[in-house]
């Protein structure tokens, strides 16, 4: 199951960053329909992997709380990142970033800072 979560997390993190190019060099292309439904299958089954590791888990969950925090963060500043046009895109994009690598070194470690 932790491969399987592993997979969505890079498949997820990819179609993050196919999305912010396009909205940059070919925006027409976000109108399409499967590129409009793709994320939400990937990040589905990234939250569904995600929630079925964490039913499991028999350790402490409190990290496991900060990564649903950040992951608010990463989706909000993802959303900013796809949609404005001007700086803000880069501000978010940075953000969205930044937050992904604090998610992901939550996962290894199991400490919040
Ligand atoms: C952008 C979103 C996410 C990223 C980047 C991410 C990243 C990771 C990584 C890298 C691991 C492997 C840690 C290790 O092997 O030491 C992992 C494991 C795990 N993730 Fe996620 N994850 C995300 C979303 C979620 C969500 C939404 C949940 C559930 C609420 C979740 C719960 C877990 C659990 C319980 C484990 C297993 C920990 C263990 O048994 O060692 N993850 N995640």
């Given at each position: 199951m932790k491969?399987?979560?592993l ?11 196919g999305?912010?190019a ?5 925006p ?9 439904i ?15 590791l ?30 404005r046009?001007?700086?803000t895109?880069w501000?978010?994009f ?14 290894v ?5």
């Amino acid at each position: 199951m932790k491969s399987l979560h592993l997979l969505f997390v890079v498949l997820s993190l990819g179609s993050f960053l196919g999305r912010v190019a396009l909205a940059q060099f070919r925006p027409d292309m976000l109108e399409l329909k499967w590129v409009k439904i793709a994320p939400h299958v990937l990040s589905g089954l990234l939250l569904l992997t995600g929630f079925s590791l964490a039913f499991g888990y028999t350790g402490d969950h409190g990290w496991i709380a900060a990564k649903l925090v950040a992951l608010i963060g990463y989706v909000g500043l993802g959303v900013l990142a796809i949609k404005r046009t001007d700086v803000t895109r880069w501000y978010a994009f940075g953000g969205a970033l930044l937050l992904f690598v604090y998610i992901a070194r939550v996962a290894v470690t199991k400490t919040i800072f």
